[in-house]
């Protein structure tokens, strides 16, 4: 994920079985990768760029929960 140097985050309720507090949501950039199977030792080749919505939610609120979806705690910034 890379998220744009210039951030409008958007602030929502946020209720994770039944714990409540406070979700950030920004677009930003999901990385696709052109070949999922490569050799360690290849050619580089930048990947493509595709937009994709973020959810930022505290860190102990995740809490290991059996959710959907990854969690990241640090992302690099486009430029």
Not at 27 to 46: D, I
């Amino acid at each position: 994920m890379l998220l744009p140097m210039e951030l409008a985050w958007k602030r929502e309720e946020l209720d994770i079985e039944g714990l409540r507090g406070v979700a950030l949501r920004v677009q930003a950039l999901r990385e696709v990768w052109r070949e999922a199977k490569r050799p360690l030792y290849a050619p580089y080749l930048p990947s493509r760029r595709r937009p994709a919505l973020i959810t930022a939610i505290p860190y102990f609120a995740w809490a290991n929960r059996d959710v959907s979806g990854a969690m990241r705690v640090w992302m690099w910034l486009a430029g």
